[in-house]
Structure formats: C-alpha cells, structure tokens
C-alpha cells in the first residue's frame, strides 16, 4: 500500500488549495480514504473521509462547507479541496486508508504528508 499526498503550500488566509493523494499498490476501490492532519506540536486530527461507495464525511466542524473531498477510483486518486483556509489550518496533510469512515475507525497506512501553511 503506498500513498502520497502533494499539493501543500503557502496560502493567503482566505485562499484555497486542492490536495491530491495518489494510491498504488491496492485496489482503492474497496476502501475508504480519508485525510487527517497534524500540527506542530498537536496531535493528529481526521479532517474528512469518504467511503468506498462515495458518500463522504466530515470529522471536524471547523471544516464543514469550507473542505470537500472526493475520489475518482480509475484514476486512483483522491482529492481535497480547501477552500477559506485559515490560519489554524496550518499543518502537515496525511491522506490515509481507513477501514470505514467514523471517529472510531484510526488509520490503516498512510505515506508523506504534504505541508499546508496559511498565513499572510
């Protein structure tokens, strides 16, 4: 199983970025894929996850109608689009494998993470 998220940068407070995961190595049509995020010094939050059936779910209420994500399974990749990124969105971006998508469900694998940093 390898995952490689890309697509971080810097990013005016108010901008947005599309972060894309690619997957090889699995068929990624049977899992749920989500992205979870880590601050400096913070401990690992879930961001958003969509299952295999493509319905998707958001953990964080700070990232409802601002994020969405979705999947196209043929091309093996997984997107999330931010939109009015703030400033406590500054972290580093992990795309991962879950089980299922529900707070009770941690992370299967995960690869690289990309960096997000939001700031003027």
């Known amino acids: 199983v390898q995952l490689q998220a890309s697509g971080g940068g810097l990013v005016q407070p108010g901008g947005s970025l599309r972060l894309s995961c690619a997957a090889s190595?699995?068929?990624?049509?049977?899992?749920?894929i989500g992205w979870f995020r880590q601050a400096p010094g913070k401990e690992r939050k879930g961001v958003s996850c969509?299952?295999?059936?493509?319905?998707?779910?958001y953990w964080g209420d700070s990232v409802k109608g601002r994020f969405a994500i979705s999947r196209d399974n043929a091309k093996k990749k997984v997107y999330l689009q931010m939109n009015s990124l703030r400033p406590e969105d500054t972290a580093v971006y992990y795309c991962?494998?879950?089980?299922?998508?529900?707070?009770?469900?941690?992370?299967?694998?995960w690869g690289q993470g990309t960096l997000v940093t939001v700031s003027s």
């Open positions: 991962a494998t879950y089980a299922a998508c529900g707070l009770n469900f941690p992370p299967l694998s």
């Open positions: 190595g699995f068929t990624l049509d049977y899992y749920a």
């Open positions: 969509i299952s295999s059936s493509e319905g998707s779910t």
